[in-house]
């Protein structure tokens, strides 16, 4: 069984900054594409971000195409998202995830407010 371990999200005013992270164990030992899922209140979990296993594909949601940035370590199933010029509208619970596995974290709360 997969396990996440999210954390880096806190309060932050608009146009901040947050690097979250995600450790991923019980993989046994593969190296798998990683994901950021984010879900606000009252609204349906949604894609945010995409890393392959390689590192060398990214995919992002338009609604943070340049101000956020998916990276992770290389050979090892940890990702970070690093978030600048954060809005209002980025509020929400953000998850990792690994594409095709059911397994989710505990999120980590991203709250973007004066």
């Known amino acids: 069984q997969v396990q996440f371990v999210e954390s880096g999200g806190g309060l932050v005013q608009p146009g901040g900054s947050l690097r979250l992270s995600c450790a991923a164990s019980?993989?046994?030992?593969?190296?798998?594409?990683m994901q950021w899922y984010r879900q606000a209140p009252g609204k349906q979990r949604g894609l945010v971000a995409s890393?392959?296993?390689?590192?060398?594909?990214?995919y992002y949601a338009d609604s943070v195409k340049g101000r956020f940035t998916i990276s992770r370590v290389n050979a090892m199933n940890t990702v970070y998202l690093q978030m600048n010029s954060l809005k209002p509208e980025d509020t929400a619970v953000y998850y990792c995830?690994?594409?095709?596995?059911?397994?989710w974290g505990q999120g980590t709360q991203v709250t973007v407010s004066s």
């Open positions: 890393i392959s296993s390689g590192g060398d594909s990214t």
């Open positions: 019980g993989s046994a030992g593969r190296v798998y594409g």
């Open positions: 995830k690994i594409p095709g596995l059911t397994f």
